[in-house]
């Protein structure tokens, strides 16, 4: 048993504390607690602190270092086979993706109300990748781990979409039911954010009609809003005119101009099993 003295147990206590959404309490309570003697703790802080990556990363907030670090993301082939995973950090750095041809499976959520207006979030400034840009519901990764790995009627990437609609947006499971995602289509494309970031995703899209309550987690959204077909037009105006600072990410502007307003007919009519296709992969630019 490691026994702390009185400094030890003050430069303990002095790191910062961080409180949970109550509503992440089963997911957090699900992930396993790692317990660490004084010599252990030690030598993982001054092996953090003297990493080259964490040196050159410094100002990436606490929270997106966490997840770039923690998280793996599966890769794909351009046929959407598994092949391996990899940290998110590597994931997204453009001198892997172009040196190793790091492809990662990712999804884009739909989500409307029954009204058939579309939920949009604008991706908080911390965000590595595409900071403040808007972009549709909810955009991020199935991760390598059992429940979000499951090919069949693709529910691991159904399962991911639950997870991410909480942890961003606040919007609980019990609302958003796994059965009730459509997957419509998938897209294969790579996007430079800045010069040392970017994307190179098989994207699942995802279409989900439902009412909600929505509590936006600051970490991750810096703001949200429902658009109707024409608000939405007149986003895409701005967006091109270079007025009002608006930016779009190249995900979703890439599902816009090839595919979302003759789906979103098919939203209003209750037919969008009707223009369902998982076998196609569209390789966008």
């Given at each position: 048993?490691?026994?702390?003295?009185?400094?030890?147990?003050?430069?303990?206590?002095?790191?910062?504390?961080?409180?949970?959404?109550?509503?992440?309490?089963?997911?957090?309570?699900?992930?396993?607690?790692?317990?660490?003697?004084?010599?252990?703790?030690?030598?993982?802080?001054?092996?953090?602190?003297?990493?080259?990556?964490?040196?050159?990363?410094?100002?990436?907030?606490?929270?997106?270092?966490?997840?770039?670090?923690?998280d793996e993301c599966i890769l794909v082939n351009e046929q959407d086979r598994v092949v391996g995973h990899e940290s998110k950090y590597n994931c997204h750095l453009?001198?892997?993706?172009?040196?190793?041809?790091?492809?990662?499976?990712?999804?884009?959520?739909?989500?409307?109300?029954?009204?058939?207006?579309?939920?949009?979030?604008?991706?908080?400034?911390?965000?590595?990748?595409?900071?403040?840009?808007?972009?549709?519901?909810?955009?991020?990764?199935?991760?390598?781990?059992?429940?979000?790995?499951?090919?069949?009627?693709?529910?691991?990437?159904?399962?991911?979409?639950?997870?991410?609609?909480?942890?961003?947006?606040?919007?609980?499971?019990?609302?958003?039911?796994?059965?009730?995602?459509?997957?419509?289509?998938?897209?294969?494309?790579?996007?430079?954010?800045?010069?040392?970031?970017?994307?190179?995703?098989?994207?699942?899209?995802?279409?989900?009609?439902?009412?909600?309550?929505?509590?936006?987690?600051?970490?991750?959204?810096?703001?949200?809003?429902?658009?109707?077909?024409?608000?939405?037009?007149?986003?895409?105006?701005?967006?091109?005119?270079?007025?009002?600072?608006?930016?779009?990410?190249?995900?979703?502007?890439?599902?816009?101009?090839?595919?979302?307003?003759?789906?979103?007919?098919?939203?209003?009519?209750?037919?969008?099993?009707?223009?369902?296709?998982?076998?196609?992969?569209?390789?966008?630019?």
């Amino acid at each position: 048993m490691s026994v702390f003295c009185g400094s030890q147990i003050h430069t303990l206590l002095s790191f910062p504390i961080r409180i949970v959404n109550p509503k992440s309490f089963p997911q957090f309570l699900s992930r396993p607690i790692k317990f660490y003697s004084h010599r252990q703790f030690s030598s993982s802080i001054r092996a953090t602190s003297a990493s080259p990556m964490a040196a050159a990363d410094s100002a990436m907030d606490a929270v997106q270092r966490r997840l770039m670090f923690e998280d793996e993301c599966i890769l794909v082939n351009e046929q959407d086979r598994v092949v391996g995973h990899e940290s998110k950090y590597n994931c997204h750095l453009m001198e892997k993706i172009e040196s190793e041809n790091l492809l990662h499976r990712a999804f884009s959520v739909f989500l409307f109300n029954t009204k058939y207006e579309l939920l949009l979030q604008q991706r908080s400034a911390t965000k590595v990748t595409f900071p403040l840009v808007w972009t549709n519901t909810c955009c991020s990764h199935p991760l390598h781990r059992e429940s979000e790995l499951i090919e069949e009627n693709f529910l691991g990437v159904r399962n991911a979409a639950q997870r991410k609609l909480l942890d961003e947006l606040g919007i609980s499971a019990v609302d958003v039911p796994v059965d009730q995602f459509t997957p419509l289509g998938r897209i294969l494309y790579k996007a430079p954010s800045d010069g040392k970031w970017g994307e190179h995703e098989l994207d699942y899209l995802l279409f989900i009609i439902r009412d909600v309550e929505v509590h936006p987690n600051p970490d991750e959204v810096a703001d949200v809003k429902y658009v109707d077909r024409d608000q939405l037009k007149e986003i895409l105006r701005k967006a091109d005119a270079g007025e009002g600072g608006i930016k779009l990410s190249p995900w979703f502007r890439l599902v816009v101009d090839n595919f979302l307003f003759k789906w979103w007919d098919h939203v209003e009519k209750g037919t969008l099993l009707e223009v369902a296709d998982m076998k196609t992969i569209h390789k966008l630019t």
